[in-house]
C-alpha cells in the first residue's frame, strides 16, 4: 500500500507538473499575441512623413489595369506624399496573378500617372506575391538605385509588418499609411485588419517567411 500511495503521489505531481508547464505556456503565448496586437495597433496610429528616397506603395488587388479600393486608397496617399515633397521618386511594387493582363505595380504606375505624377519619377517594380516578396523585390530594385531609404505606403494595420519586412532587406524605412479605403471603413474592418496583422506579424517573427496577405475582393 506504501508503494502504491508513492506512485500515486508521484503520478499526481507530474500531471499537476505537466498541467502547470501547459498553463504558462498558453498564458505566456497569450500575453506575446496581447502585446504583439498592441503594437500592431499603436503603430497604426502613427504617420511619419519624414523625407526619404523614396515611397514604397504595397501592392493590392488591380482588374485589368484598374487598382482595386484598397489599393486606389494606397496610391492616393502615396501621391499626396510626392506632392508635398517627402520623396522625389514613388516605388509600384507587386506582380500578377496568372491570365492578368497586368502587374499591380504596372495597375498602380498607370493610376499615379492619371493622378498627374510625371512618368519619369514612377518606379514599376513587377514582382511580388505577398508583402515579404515584395519586400525582398524593392529592396534589390533600391540597391541597383542606389535608394536608401523609404516611406512605406499601407493600410494602417499593414504598416508595422510591411515596414519590418523592408527593413529587414536593409533598407532605412518609416511608414506612412493611408486613411480611407476600405481597410479603415469601420471598427469591424479594423479589428479585423489588426487581428489578421498580429497573426501574420508573430508568424514572421517565428519564420521569417511570410505572414500571408489580404485577399482583396473590390
Given amino acids: ?41 499603436a503603430y497604426a496610429r502613427q504617420d511619419d512623413q519624414g523625407r526619404a528616397d523614396t515611397i514604397l506603395v504595397l501592392g493590392a488587388a488591380q482588374y485589368n489595369g484598374t487598382p482595386s479600393k484598397w489599393f486606389a486608397a494606397r496610391l492616393d496617399h502615396a501621391a499626396d506624399l510626392y506632392a508635398s515633397g517627402v520623396a522625389p521618386r514613388i516605388v509600384t511594387v507587386g506582380g500578377k496573378l496568372a491570365g492578368d493582363a497586368y502587374t499591380e505595380a504596372q495597375a498602380g504606375a498607370s493610376y499615379l500617372e492619371g493622378r498627374g505624377v510625371p512618368a519619369s519619377d514612377i518606379s514599376a517594380v513587377g514582382e511580388g506575391s505577398d508583402t515579404l516578396e515584395s519586400a525582398v523585390a524593392f529592396a534589390d530594385t533600391a540597391e541597383s538605385q542606389g535608394w536608401g531609404s523609404t516611406v512605406v505606403v499601407t493600410d494602417p494595420a499593414h504598416s508595422l509588418r510591411a515596414t519590418e519586412m523592408v527593413r529587414d532587406q536593409g533598407v532605412s524605412a518609416h511608414a506612412s499609411p493611408t486613411r480611407t479605403g476600405p481597410a479603415v471603413s469601420g471598427r469591424e474592418a479594423q479589428l479585423d485588419s489588426i487581428l489578421h496583422e498580429t497573426g501574420g506579424l508573430l508568424y514572421y517573427r517565428v519564420t521569417r517567411n511570410s505572414g500571408g496577405d489580404y485577399t482583396v475582393n473590390d
Avoid: D, E
Fill in 1 to 41: 500500500m506504501t508503494v502504491l500511495r508513492t506512485l500515486g503521489s508521484m503520478l499526481g505531481a507530474g500531471i499537476r507538473g505537466l498541467l502547470y508547464m501547459i498553463t504558462g505556456t498558453v498564458v505566456v503565448a497569450l500575453l506575446i499575441a496581447v502585446v504583439t496586437a498592441g503594437h500592431v495597433w
